[in-house]
């Protein structure tokens, strides 16, 4: 058993973690931080664990060491807090966009302001099992990425890592309302954003920078926000380079995503499930990814889909977790997901 | 042309009646009164009225004399503001809760707080044509009804004033989200809120305050949120007095709503639609009834449902002015609703 | 190791009870019988379950003995069968509403149909393990309740068992669509059903009928379809017995639930889940139950949640089948339910 | 007053163009014509029309010589029939895929069989008001645009006519249900289609073939059903010409859209409504249109917004009529939508 802190544990993403963690028979949470209710019961916060846990929000003054910390905060704030944590926990695991971007020219661009820890950008390790398993295996500084962009480099990685497509792909995200995070306003007021089809970043959202860092290719995406609390979809259209053809997608897919614990390719012909489809996924730490061919237009559609909250960032933070410990890879996170949901 | 006003004019109840005046064909609607947004265009609140009108919101104190102001404000702020729209006014409608209640201990008890306008509680007409239609046609000052009690009160009233039920009976009231306003907070939140069945009012909601007045029985409210943003089903549980059979309650709506251009009867044997829905009733005026008895039991069903920005707040109002000027009393309110939706 | 069969797989409640079965360590789910898809892939159909099972639909000819048979067929299949699956399986764990009513007088009314099977209708052992946890531990032939009527009888029997409450009672049943199982029909076209709040049975629920004789009170049900997929929701309006007061009720609640592992008490003060709330306890095997009470009119309002294809169907199944195996009640059933959703 | 006759009555375009030309001044609907309801009251099948009209649906036989025939049939119906309809009618306006194309080799190719009317292919004119006005004004045959073409065309033409982008382009369509129309199947079932990011078309959509002939470039469209029952939204993702920056854009835009009294556009810094959002086009007739560029990436994203019964199909018939007779080509067409819905 390892001691883990969860640090920003009264938001969505720091909930599931206390979801995943409490039920990790491998973990011992001691520690739920949370800045707004200290003192609080968590299930007071997260109905779903009543009964699960009798846990109390505590301040992050109250944490001594650990052996892991996971910091699911707001972006900005973990590299302000990073040396702090990084001084009690043998593995600190974020979930927010500080470490994403290794270059902070770049991190300035897409967030707006200036990389406070940039010493430490090249330590953290990015939390993609599917690209980077054997760092993993030793990674004591792991960074998340984004679910959208997590969804969006599944998509193309097989393709982008033959050389099978040209260097440049457009996304199209669509995404449910519990990315947007715990804390109401008007954008996400329901009877504003239910049923909505709001196109809230035509253009430089930022998960397309982690995306291109990722693929080594230029990527342009659009996101939406669509009506579903949990799940992201995210399309790929790119084009083929010249003489690859439908069996040399496939096989690329196929080849890539073999072994992988939490990648099904979902490419039927028949059935309402042809594609991956967020909605089966609520809960589940899989990303399923699919694509169709224009072998005339030389086009490539390729999609992913997975819930955010899971394989888009809980889910995704434990399997490093696993991976880092030298655990079975798919421990505390076998739940497949329901249907009808 | 008269000129109207309307008070609150950037909540939910104050866009729905700047949409129907706007479209009105006897009403010019000279100023929307907003304290949060003066000067701001209506359209950037109001989204659905962009090129229908070119209005800015105004504050209280720009408005001068006109002949009928609509208060759509928070309760307790219509009777604390009342004088003045009198002064302004020829007619004042009010759609607050403040006018409803014809007893001021009774408001006591059911808003938590002092009546500070009593001296006109009683020169407020009820806004419910259907049994005050000839006292509106003279009416300055009307209270418009709460959305789920217009809903209960329509549901039960042929019976009720016909003495052919006992006079205790429950109704059980499942609301949408634009009932709670526009104003975001943690209970409104698109991921809390989303696919709800949220009992926020077991017992002693307000609106069983005016059910009881104007049936002339004791009232008892439960209820839920479910999920929807328009729209409200009240569901109301009677005894049937000793010998009324099922013939007389189908011949008590007949009589009583035969000539009523806004209330329908649905009880039908076959299809989807077979009782009251909200949702074929999105933007529309209509409230539908309908009812079944279990004759072995005593025991009678009934259902009421309507658009709470409409039969249950602005159309009404729209539907009392109309009564109230002598015009047709469908005019500007012919919008039939939609379906599928 | 027990050797299990599910008959009716391809449906809702068998696909959910597939999901547990393939996840219980204790189980080894050895048929999947489907009259409609013989030889097709079970994640054809399920399409969450791919990668969890490889397994095909057989035919009910296929199948040789077993430890246990689930029956999740449509009403009126399961006596008709009976005799088959009594003579193959040590333990048949039926799910229709074949043996719910233990009259068939009481059958015949509420189903429309002779029993076909009279001389097993003593036979069966109620699946309520909260109500008949020592008779299942016997018990061969179990019969799980209807998903209404299971949040029904857990809503009110603490104070029906105990005389607290007059002996009629009125109950406000609202439930998703998966209520309404896999086949498509005009009456679950998405557009059709969505947003819905269709009064589908104003009076004369069938599961009206099991409430009545578990709890020995006159049970009267109003069903609506709301906006869900999983989830169902049961408002219970009785009467309190004189002189019972609001601590009375309590302890009513607390002594009968106290050790239970699948219910939990849930009546805060504040918060937006509050009382029970069918959201988020999709997946999960929780039926919460609330309660409030209005001393001043001796009226008591209860309320009880639970996802249908779970508590109110596959997983009570389960659980009843961990009772009779003498297994820990809660294994394989210890998923808590996901927030937001 | 004109006499129209609406064939395919039963249908959700064929209940939305009963519900515009009943409320229309200028048009007495004569018949109602379902070859699966004949006799049955309209209302019966279209819930929102009770009191709105004592219509009954009648066989195509028993329609004689009219103004007017819309043609609201499945795909393929419509040439089969064309020539009764026009020796009936003076004008035929087609709400299918029959006449859309204009070549019958394209349309060998996209709906997969032989057209069987190429005689009258090119007699049609197409019912895009924005782009075919003058035609319109003397046509005797129109084809009414798919519901995903016409927010596709809509989105790009100005840019397009203009030769500002390249001519390739891909479209990202997202969907709500009742474009799947109103016979029940598997595919629409709402436990299964609720929720859903459904790719049903990942490449090779028909009208893809409607945006490439009307737009003069090479489109292609990836097609999604998202949770919705009404509405449309249409991403174009295109490539400007060297030299082309944001205010070329801007110009192009609103000077093709000037004097359109249904195109709005839409392309706001603030507010939760900043682009085009089919939520607030329910019932309407607009069709939304916004756009953003990304001037270093010499890249374009358009967006377009529409209710697909309306500005999709029946709206915009009675659009095309309006223009056919000379008469206010908003007659009849006025509900600005709902907001909050």
Sequence with gaps: ??????????????????????????????????????????????????????????????????????????????????????????????????FRLGDPEVYRRYYGSEHVATHLIDAFVPGIPELHRESLRSADLISVPGCVAMAGVLALYPLAVRGLVEPTA??????????????????????????????????????????????????????????????VQTICHATLRPDVDTSAVRRAFREQYRNEPFVRLVAHQRGNFRYPEPKILVGSNFCDVGYAVDEEAGRLVTIAALDNLMKGGAGNAVQCLNIRMGWPETLGLSFPGLHPI
């Design 170 to 231: 457009q996304f199209d995200a669509r995404t449910g309302s519990s990315g947007s995070g715990a804390t109401a306003g008007a954008a996400n007021l329901h009877s504003v954003r239910s049923g909505a089809m709001r196109v809230f970043a035509p253009t430089g959202h930022r998960h397309e920078a982690e995306i291109s860092r990722h693929l080594g290719i230029a990527a342009a995406m659009t996101a939406t926000g669509v009506e579903a609390v949990r799940g």
């Design 1 to 98: 058993m390892i001691r883990v802190v969860v640090v920003g544990a009264a938001g969505y993403i720091g909930g599931e973690l206390l979801r995943l963690l409490i039920g990790h028979p491998e973990v011992e949470t001691v520690a739920a931080v949370s800045s707004r209710f200290p003192g609080r019961r968590v299930d007071g916060v997260h109905p779903n664990l009543r009964s699960a846990t009798d846990l109390l929000f505590c301040s992050a003054d109250d944490v001594e060491e650990c052996d892991t910390a996971f910091l699911a905060l707001p972006h900005r704030t973990a590299m302000a807090q990073i040396d702090r944590w990084i001084a009690r926990a043998k593995q600190v695991i974020d979930l927010t966009g500080d």
